[in-house]
């Protein structure tokens, strides 16, 4: 039984660090991505619910942070909270 609970634990801290690095790998795409919009015009941006600002704070958040995900919750956020002009 120790032995089983030695090699599970040795397997599970492997497939921990694949995920670790897997989620880094996911996040460099996605970030290829969010390039991608800060080719479109500020009204384009718009349409969508983003601003150019937050495509800058997405790009300075650490690799290990999701920048799509963080996109989509800021559009949500400010889709409950519409700043009025």
């Known amino acids: 039984m ?3 609970v030695q090699k599970e634990s040795q397997f599970r801290s492997q497939a921990y660090a694949w995920t670790s ?5 996911r996040n460099m795409v996605n970030r290829r991505a969010v390039r ?3 080719a479109l015009s500020d009204h384009e941006l718009k349409d969508i619910g983003l601003t150019r600002g937050d495509l800058f704070y997405v790009m300075k958040l650490p690799i ?3 920048p799509i995900w963080e996109m989509d919750r800021i559009r949500m956020l400010s889709a409950r909270h519409p700043v009025s002009e």
């Open 64 to 66: 290990t942070c999701d």
């Open 36 to 38: 991608k919009l800060e």
């Open 21 to 25: 690095v897997w989620q880094v790998v």
């Open 2 to 4: 120790r032995e089983y």
